[in-house]
T-cell receptor, first 117, second 114 residues
């Protein structure tokens, strides 16, 4: 069975601190995709990144970075020098192989990130 | 602005009312989705449409009735809802019907059933 666990329900840090959001997944597929989405107070989920299972190279995009480790089934997300605008709920998600009949995204419960000024 | 627009943003309805949620996307996407987001629960996929055809109904109660008249519009018709149906209802679209592609979400309709 597929499952995504975001153990941190809520994290609160002071602005400019670095913060890491954890994501642990379970799947029996050898081909799969991992995602991170951000949900600001306005409600819409905003796509941040997609990573396929064959690409373990870490990704950096500005202050955001992602650490994908298949050995620990983790896909953690780090924000460097956090800003108040980073305050949001962050979701990690997993999907199976493309063209698989079971194509649904499996979502984690989300981590609420609060950045204090 | 994600290109997916949902109306209304907020809705309060009684259990005997009939209302509809609307979703519109101008991205030229072929797949559209309805999700339910309840407090402290993972997102729940409700319905999936691909090229206007419903391809998925995740055991959603019949008091929720989707409609997809064309690839750009998606509706969720509501009737005789229960208080536990109160939630944020999110619409999303993607270029293809496969969750390895990026999905674009609307801002959601905050529904309160009284």
């Amino acid at each position: 069975a597929q499952k995504v666990t975001q153990a941190q329900t809520e994290i609160s840090v002071v602005e400019k601190e670095d913060v890491t959001l954890d994501c642990v997944y379970e799947t029996r597929d050898t081909t799969y995709y991992l995602f991170w989405y951000k949900q600001p107070p306005s409600g819409e989920l905003v796509f941040l990144i997609r990573r396929n299972s064959f690409d373990e190279q870490n990704e950096i995009s500005g202050r955001y970075s992602w650490n994908f480790q298949k050995s620990t089934s983790s896909f953690n997300f780090t924000i460097t020098a956090s800003q108040v605008v980073d305050s949001a709920v962050y979701f990690c998600a997993l999907s199976g192989p493309p063209m698989d009949s079971n194509y649904q995204l499996i979502w984690g419960a989300g981590t609420k990130l609060i950045i204090k000024p | 602005e994600t290109g997916v627009t949902q109306t209304p943003r907020h809705l309060v309805m009684g259990m005997t009312n009939k209302k509809s949620l609307k979703c519109e996307q101008h991205l030229g996407h072929n797949a559209m989705y309805w999700y339910k987001q309840s407090a402290k629960k993972p997102l729940e996929l409700m319905f999936v449409y691909n090229f206007k055809e419903q391809t998925e109904n995740n055991s959603v109660p019949s008091r929720f009735s989707p409609e997809c008249p064309n690839s750009s519009h998606l509706f969720l018709h509501l009737h005789t809802l229960q208080p536990e149906d109160s939630a944020l209802y999110l619409c999303a679209s993607s270029q293809e019907l496969a969750d390895n592609t990026e999905a674009f979400f609307g801002q959601g309709t905050r529904l309160t059933v009284v």
